[in-house]
């Protein structure tokens, strides 16, 4: 079976832009997660959807920070603007009926 | 807030040798998972283990849990090259999907 999809793989931008990232999940996987993970560290929860209801979005900066799963399957993640503190990684996972995750290769976000 | 704390943050060990990992967490838990993480590269699930489990293997891996200390291990046997790594914990909460991920311990295998 396909893997989870992310893409871009890489972007680059200045802080106060906008970037968006997308997720394309397992197929069939009813829940759907986005991490950020700041190097070094590990992954931190920004949000989980439930097919197109988002279950926990208490981590998620929602100044800054959105995302959608308008159809239940793939999903975006939108920050704007960037700051500098903004640099990561941003994972995107996904989740059948059993309990493991299965995680993309991930966006690296660099904000300058 | 993240709820595990591994231990130790790096380990650097010779092929061959057998490298152990732990874990720490402060609240109770539903499942504890074990993933690794190349440079790069997404995290890849190892290994579950539930609440009322005590030990679990899977190939040369070997995770234990005591819930009276809350805490875990994570031993990998005759390691390799290809091990090397980095290693988190991610806990489940009774009642809940998502998981608090640890700091992680790099593991380095020289060869």
């Known amino acids: 079976e396909a893997g989870v999809a992310q893409s871009p793989r890489y972007k680059i931008i200045e802080k106060r832009q906008s970037v968006a990232f997308w997720c394309n999940p397992i197929s069939g996987h009813a829940t759907l997660y986005w991490y950020q993970q700041i190097l070094g560290q590990g992954p931190k929860l920004l949000i989980q959807?439930?097919?197109?209801?988002?279950?926990?979005d208490s981590q998620l900066p929602k100044d800054r920070f959105s995302a959608e799963r308008l159809k239940g399957v793939d999903s975006t993640l939108k920050i704007q603007p960037a700051k500098l503190e903004d640099s990561a990684v941003y994972l995107c996972?996904?989740?059948?009926?059993?309990?493991?995750?299965?995680f993309g290769p991930g966006t690296r976000l660099l904000v300058l | 807030s993240q709820q595990g704390e591994e231990d130790p943050q790096a380990l650097s060990i010779q092929e061959g040798e057998n490298a152990t990992m732990n874990c720490s967490y402060k609240?109770?838990?539903?499942?504890l998972q074990w993933y690794r993480q190349n440079s790069g590269r997404g995290l890849v699930h190892l290994i579950l283990?539930?609440?009322?489990?005590r030990e679990k293997h899977s190939g040369r891996l070997r995770v234990t849990l005591d819930t009276s200390k809350k805490s875990s291990s994570l031993l990998i046997t005759a390691s390799r090259a290809a091990d090397t790594a980095s290693y988190f914990c991610a806990t489940a909460s009774q009642g809940a999907q998502k998981l608090v991920f640890g700091q992680g311990t790099r593991l380095t295998i020289n060869p």
């Open positions: 609240t109770s838990i539903n499942n």
């Open positions: 959807f439930q097919n197109n209801g988002v279950v926990d």
């Open positions: 996972a996904s989740q059948g009926f059993i309990e493991t995750q299965y």
């Open positions: 283990i539930r609440s009322n489990e």
